[in-house]
């Protein structure tokens, strides 16, 4: 079964951290671009950051740029985002999603979803 799972949400202080994991199964991930998007109560769901197929690009959205950061460990077949400097308006539940193509934060490119992780960001 072609699957992603999430994990790694939770409750922080502003200015923690936080690292958010994405376990693929079924299918190597190694080769498909990984994004990370997020949807707040209200809010159209936003790409947060992608890293391509290829491992040589990475972007973030503004909103993110400085704090965040993808990567992955092939050898594990898992995508992570390492959330820093989190503030109250990122809180959201956040995805992790596979593309066939070579990445963007454009959400319709993903045909693969893991099933999200709630991130609060609250004192």
């Known amino acids: 079964q072609v699957q992603l799972v999430d994990s790694g949400g939770g409750l922080v202080q502003p200015g923690g951290s936080l690292r958010l994991s994405c376990v693929a199964s079924?299918?190597?991930?190694?080769?498909?671009?990984i994004g990370w998007f997020r949807q707040a109560p209200g809010n159209e769901r936003e790409g947060v950051s992608y890293?391509?197929?290829?491992?040589?690009?990475?972007s973030y959205a503004d909103s993110v740029k400085g704090r965040f950061t993808i990567s992955r460990d092939n050898a594990k077949n898992t995508a992570y985002l390492q959330m820093n400097s989190l503030k109250p308006e990122d809180t959201a539940v956040y995805y992790c999603?596979?593309?066939?193509?070579?990445?963007?934060?454009?959400?319709?490119?993903?045909?693969?979803r893991g099933q999200g992780t709630q991130v609060t960001v609250s004192s």
């Open positions: 890293i391509s197929s290829d491992d040589h690009d990475t």
């Open positions: 999603a596979a593309a066939n193509t070579y990445g963007s934060l454009l959400r319709n490119e993903y045909g693969i």
């Open positions: 079924g299918f190597t991930l190694r080769y498909w671009a």
